[in-house]
C-alpha cells in the first residue's frame, strides 16, 4: 500500500509521467502485422519525411497512421509548443486489440470462424 495522502499519492504518479508528444489510436480495424509493416518504414525518421513516405505509401494503414501522426505534430506546436521541423518520430508501435469474431457458412452446414484483428497504435514524438 502506498503511504500518503491521495493528493500526494496523486501529484507523485503525475510527476514521473511522460510529457513528450504523442497520439494514441485505439481500435483501428487492422491486424497489428499490417501496421507495423508501416511504422517500421518511419520508425527514428524526422516528422516532415515520415509525412512524406505515408502520403506515397500504397497500404491502407498508411492513410490512418498519416493521420495519426499529423495529429501528433498538432499536438507538440499547441500543448509543448515545439517546432515541427526539430520533431522526429521517437516511438511508434502497434499494440493488439480485441478480436471481432464472425462465422462464416461452409459447405456441408459447417462454420468456419473468421477473426476480424483490430489494434492500438501510439506514436510518440521528441525535439532534436
Given amino acids: 500500500m502506498a503511504?500518503?495522502?491521495?493528493?500526494?499519492?496523486k501529484r507523485a504518479r503525475n510527476a514521473n509521467k511522460d510529457t513528450r508528444p504523442s497520439a494514441k489510436l485505439s481500435y483501428a480495424r487492422m491486424s497489428v502485422?499490417?501496421?507495423?509493416?508501416?511504422?517500421?518504414?518511419?520508425?527514428?525518421k524526422d516528422a516532415q519525411t515520415a509525412?512524406?513516405?505515408?502520403t506515397y505509401s500504397p497500404r491502407y494503414a498508411s492513410s490512418v497512421i498519416k493521420k495519426?501522426?499529423?495529429?501528433?505534430?498538432?499536438?507538440?506546436?499547441?500543448?509543448n509548443g515545439m517546432s515541427a521541423e526539430n520533431l522526429y518520430v521517437a516511438e511508434c508501435y502497434a499494440n493488439k486489440a480485441p478480436t471481432m469474431?464472425?462465422?462464416k457458412p461452409r459447405a456441408q452446414g459447417r462454420a468456419y470462424r473468421i477473426e476480424k484483428r483490430n489494434s492500438h497504435i501510439s506514436?510518440?514524438?521528441?525535439?532534436r
Fill in 3 to 9: 503511504k500518503g495522502h491521495r493528493s500526494q499519492i
Fill in 33 to 44: 502485422q499490417k501496421a507495423c509493416f508501416v511504422l517500421d518504414a518511419i520508425r527514428g
Fill in 51 to 54: 509525412l512524406g513516405i505515408l
Fill in 68 to 79: 495519426l501522426l499529423e495529429s501528433a505534430i498538432a499536438n507538440a506546436e499547441n500543448n
Fill in 101 to 103: 469474431k464472425r462465422i
Fill in 123 to 127: 506514436i510518440v514524438l521528441e525535439e
